[in-house]
Every structure is written in structure tokens, then in C-alpha cells.
């Protein structure tokens, strides 16, 4: 199984890096978003990433963004990769979509997995891959299968995920898989222990970073993945494994509901307006 041609839907942060990381590998890539603009910022950023990985010796830009054509709307692909709002609902009106254009050999990719095969012809061939941001930089990508996901789709997406130079680590579809499952309670007691005055925000994220070895602090991170991006996903698991443990806490939905967001919206827990 081959993919050659990857169409990828949604050129926010994650959809960029991630047809930057797949064109990079040699691959075609079709960029889609029908947000007015976002295609355009996507590709300034590619620009810009891959100039700093040339400046360290890696590829020089202009082959990669070759490789990189901007689509009006979904045409036919080896294999379509979602990075669209959390929304279950669009997520499941793309794929009902994409089931009706791609070819019935294309693979589907995306999470929620199970709840997103439904809404196609093809569960089989519906599998999840999860990248990590920055998707240049960092080398995870979890492989989630769905209930009727084929063993031949999964193996042709770990050999994939290796050859874009990134290692994969294959979970099954359960609410948060196992990176949002651990990474997200985590990044909310760091809230709450803001929201309850034990230490400031500095202070938490320091001794995250030198007390548990990890290369920035919970709140840094939250601020990275987008404040409203983590709330959603804590909703997911707190309805989906029926636990409030798993809830928002009340500074977290606070932010995003005052518009800080995190780096993208130039402030959340932190300033980025000067930067």
C-alpha cells in the first residue's frame, strides 16, 4: 500500500507542520482549508520552518514547498489526513465527504476513529494518527485503531509514519487514546494549581521542567497546544469515560472564554504579544 499523494484538511498549526513533515519526505501534498487566508499563513509558516531546518543543515525549502499544492476542495488521494476544528460534527460531515470523492481504496485519518468510520462506506480503512506539535520537531505520532480498522491499513500507516522519519506507537480507540489520557489531567492540576494560589505560573512550570525532566512546563505547553484545543478535549474525556475528574478546570475555561488562548491568540497563561 502506497501513499503517494496525501491530501491533507486544515491548514492551521497542525496541518501545516504536518504537510510540511509529508512533503519533506518526498510525498505530494494537497493542502485544503476553506478558511479565507489559512492556506496562505500555512505556507508562510512552511516557508519559514523549513528555512530554519535548511539553516541547520536540512533540506533547502523550495523542493518541499514544490511539492505542496493549495486545493479548493477535496480530490482524490492515497490518504486524507483531518486536522480541522475538534467538532465532531464537522469532523463526521468531512468524512461522509471524502468518503464520496476519494477512491475506495483510500485510507481516512483521523481521531475520533470509530465514531468517524461510521460515517463512511469504508470503517477499514478509517484509522487515527495523531501528531504532536510542533509536527517538524517532535517524533510521536500515535497510531490509533478503530474497531474495524483492517491489520493491512494499520501496517501500511506505522511503515508511513516511519518513513516521515517519526516513530509510531499503535493505542486503541478509547477517549484521549493514551497521550491526551495522561498528558491532559496533568496540564489541569497544573491549572488548578494556579487557580487556588500555590505557586505562580513560572514557578509551576519550573519545577515541572527541572523536578520531572520534561522540556517545558505544563502551562507553557497548555499555552502551545491552545487553551480552547484543551478544553476541548477534556470534555471529550470527561464524557467519554464518564468521569469528572476529567472536567475543565474553572481558570482553563475562564481564559478561553475571555479569549486567551494560548501563543495563538498572543495570550493565556502567558504574554506573547512582544514576541
Known amino acids: 500500500m502506497r501513499f503517494d499523494h496525501v491530501l491533507v484538511v486544515g491548514a492551521g498549526q497542525m496541518g501545516a507542520g504536518i504537510a510540511q513533515v509529508v512533503a519533506a519526505s518526498g510525498r505530494r501534498v494537497s493542502l485544503h482549508d476553506p478558511l479565507p487566508g489559512a492556506t496562505e499563513r500555512a505556507l508562510a509558516g512552511i516557508e519559514a ?159 515541572a521542567r527541572l523536578g520531572f525532566a520534561h522540556p517545558i512546563g505544563p502551562l507553557a505547553l497548555a499555552d502551545l497546544i491552545g487553551l480552547d484545543t484543551c478544553v476541548a478535549i477534556m470534555e471529550v474525556l470527561a464524557e467519554g469515560l464518564g468521569d469528572a475528574k476529567y472536567a475543565p478546570s474553572p481558570l482553563l475555561r475562564e481564559h478561553v472564554a475571555a479569549g486567551r488562548l494560548g501563543r495563538k491568540s498572543g495570550r493565556g497563561f502567558y504574554d506573547y504579544s512582544s514576541t
Open 49 to 207: 520552518s523549513l528555512e530554519r531546518l535548511a539553516a541547520k543543515g536540512g533540506e533547502e525549502p523550495a523542493p518541499v514547498l514544490e511539492r505542496i499544492t493549495v486545493v479548493g476542495e477535496l480530490v482524490g488521494a492515497d490518504l486524507l489526513i483531518e486536522a480541522i476544528t475538534e467538532e465532531r460534527s464537522a469532523k463526521e460531515e468531512l468524512f461522509a465527504r471524502a468518503d464520496a470523492t476519494l477512491g475506495p481504496e483510500s485510507v481516512l485519518a483521523s481521531i475520533p476513529i470509530s465514531t468517524l468510520a461510521a460515517a463512511t462506506g469504508r470503517p477499514e480503512r478509517v484509522i487515527g494518527m495523531h501528531f504532536f506539535n510542533p509536527v517538524p520537531v517532535l517524533k510521536l505520532v500515535e497510531v490509533v485503531r478503530g474497531v474495524e480498522t483492517s491489520d493491512e491499513v494499520n501496517d501500511a500507516i506505522v511503515a508511513l509514519v516511519e518513513s516521515l522519519g517519526k516513530v509510531p506507537a499503535v493505542a486503541r480507540d478509547f477517549p484521549g487514546f493514551v497521550s491526551n489520557r495522561i498528558l491532559m489531567p496533568f496540564i489541569n492540576e497544573a491549572v488548578s494549581a494556579l487557580h487556588q494560589g500555590v505557586a505562580e505560573a513560572e514557578a509551576i512550570d519550573t519545577i
